[in-house]
Nanobody, 130 residues
Framework: QVQLVESGGGLVQAGGSLRLSCAASGRTFSSYAVGWFRQAPGKEREFVAAIRWSGGSTYYADSVKGRFTISRDNAKNTVYLQMNSLKPEDTAVYYC???????????????????????WGQGTQVTVSS
């Protein structure tokens, strides 16, 4: 079992930065790929970024590529999402998620598949003002 808690959301002006954190419980957290997803009002939850269990591979949605960076510190059981050059369209609730089965996600395509993530946090609000 993995439990996830997000933090770091808030209100920021366009062009600003935020760093989200996803703290996990569970001694085997380092075996799980972790993804960040977001959901804006009236829209479906969409993929943002993901990182494999080892931290060696990352994958990003085209909309955030070059602006967001995902990283992990397995010693601290924490995954981060550094968000730079924020835009009003980045406004959403951001969720972190861990894959349902350890080390199942092995391809870039799979890293973006929401259905492969079985553990979810409660979300943190990010609001970008224009």
């Amino acid at each position: 079992q993995v439990q996830l808690v997000e933090s770091g959301g808030g209100l920021v002006q366009a062009g600003g930065s935020l760093r989200l954190s996803c703290a996990a419980s569970g001694r085997t957290f380092s075996s799980y790929a972790v993804g960040w997803f977001r959901q804006a009002p009236g829209k479906e939850r969409e993929f943002v970024a993901a990182i494999r269990w080892s931290g060696g591979s990352t994958y990003y949605a085209d909309s955030v590529k070059g602006r967001f960076t995902i990283s992990r510190d397995n010693a601290k059981n924490t995954v981060y999402l550094q968000m730079n050059s924020l835009k009003p369209e980045d406004t959403a609730v951001y969720y972190c998620a861990a894959e349902s089965t350890p080390r199942r996600i092995t391809t870039a395509q799979a890293m973006g598949q929401k259905s492969l993530y079985g553990y979810w946090g409660q979300g943190t609000q990010v609001t970008v003002s224009s």
